[in-house]
């Protein structure tokens, strides 16, 4: 499992309030680091306009593979920039004020983001996506001064999904930090459905199917970005702070990602019960007579899903087997990683069932005895149950 350095340090989203800049800042000048610190970008921005000046969509829409925006769609945001962006100034001199070099930034960075939607061979991808990042850096310093970006700092509790990606238990903000309402709502619709969750697949993830990189987060990490639009209807009243109609922030990015992976973990446990098992949801409520209905146990014993406290106590609860191989990364900082049984399915008797601790299996992975969580060595490997 990779190391997530975020979880050593004060991991915050950026979050715009919105809040009206006050007009005195409309005079302030922005500190000598900003223009050093940002050469890049202001050297970039007037060669935008020179490209933007010439950008015409006729290749585009005589280019049979690359289209992949609406006519319409294009047209309409060609014509809108041109109309509003080409009176910003592209020359981020020192002597413009904190709001006009605000402005920029904002207007020639999504005339970029357009360019490369009609033509990808005008920059490498990574680099697309770098410079794109470094705009919305900018809007972040900026952001601090003017007082319109707030840092939403997460909890250092986080789950590491099946597939190793990160997400924090942030205990507020709907769905995108509370997991437990989510479980409880999947769960309940598990527990009386009428038909297959295999043959209705697309329809029992509900909204989240709307937007495709909902169900194929893959696309998400190819593009380098997540919409505006998903992200909205992902982290519902959480306002991230916006560039475009794109986030490139690499923090709201994994956020996100970790909220659509934790939610396929959840759902392809439901598929595996209802391919596996006699009985789908009298095998789930045994889960959940041996959780006793929470909702972390089962996600680290039936999802192989896995919990991290970076605070006080470095410690890991996990139900993965592998775990001295798959957390040799975390055990060399100093973490203890917790064993709990794993809840497996049974292909042979299609049912559920907790796994023997006692097992062949269990003793070649885990040697360590059980002993008091005050004796703990640091990292190590041990088989005491630790409250979730």
């Not at 041109?82 to 009176?87: C, I, N, R, S, V």
């Not at 357009?114 to 900026?142: G, P, V």
């Not at 295999?198 to 199917?209: A, E, F, M, S, V």
Request: hydrophobic share 35%; aromatic share 14%.
């Amino acid at each position: 499992m990779r190391y997530y350095t975020e979880i050593e340090n004060n991991f915050f989203i950026p979050v715009n309030d919105r809040k009206r800049i006050n007009h005195e800042l409309d005079g302030s000048k922005l500190p000598k680091w900003f223009y050093e610190k940002y050469q890049e970008l202001i050297h970039l921005i007037p060669k935008i306009k020179e490209m933007f000046l010439n950008v015409s969509l006729d290749g585009y829409y005589n280019s049979k593979n690359n289209r992949q925006y609406d006519k319409g769609y294009l047209e309409f945001l060609f014509q809108k920039y041109k109309k509003e962006y080409l009176k910003v100034s592209s020359d981020l001199k020192e002597d413009l004020t904190l709001l006009e070099i605000k402005n920029s930034i904002w207007c020639w960075g999504n005339i970029l983001d357009f360019i490369f939607m009609i033509d990808h061979t005008l920059f490498e991808k990574d680099d697309f996506i770098d410079t794109m990042q470094l705009f919305n850096s900018a809007l972040m310093d900026i952001g601090e001064m003017d007082g319109s970006l707030q840092k939403a700092y997460l909890r250092n509790q986080w789950l590491l999904t099946s597939r190793g990606y990160l997400y924090n238990m942030r205990s507020t903000a709907h769905e995108a930090g509370d997991y437990n309402s989510y479980y409880q709502e999947k769960a309940e619709w598990f527990l009386t459905k009428k038909e297959s969750y295999i043959c209705r697949k697309n329809k029992t993830l509900g909204k989240i199917d709307l937007f495709p990189e909902f169900s194929n987060p893959s696309i998400i990490l190819e593009h380098g970005y997540i919409t505006e639009n998903s992200l909205d209807l992902l982290l519902h009243y959480i306002d991230y702070y916006p560039f475009n109609g794109k986030i490139y922030d690499s923090k709201t990015i994994m956020t996100a990602m970790g909220i659509i992976e934790l939610r396929r973990d959840l759902m392809d446990f439901f598929e595996e019960l209802d391919l596996h098992t006699v009985s789908p949801k009298d095998s789930f409520r045994r889960v959940i007579e041996i959780t006793n209905g929470n909702y972390l146990d089962t996600l680290i014993r039936c999802c192989h899903v896995s919990k991290i406290t970076s605070s006080p106590y470095k410690t890991i609860v996990t139900s993965r087997l592998t775990a001295k191989d798959d957390f040799s990364e975390y055990l060399e900082k100093g973490y203890n990683v917790c064993f709990v049984p794993p809840i497996i399915i049974s292909k042979e008797t299609g049912t559920v069932e907790e796994l023997n601790m006692d097992s062949p299996i269990v003793r070649a992975y885990i040697n360590n005895e059980v002993i008091c969580e005050s004796e703990l060595e640091r990292g190590k490997v041990y088989t005491n149950h630790l409250k979730f």
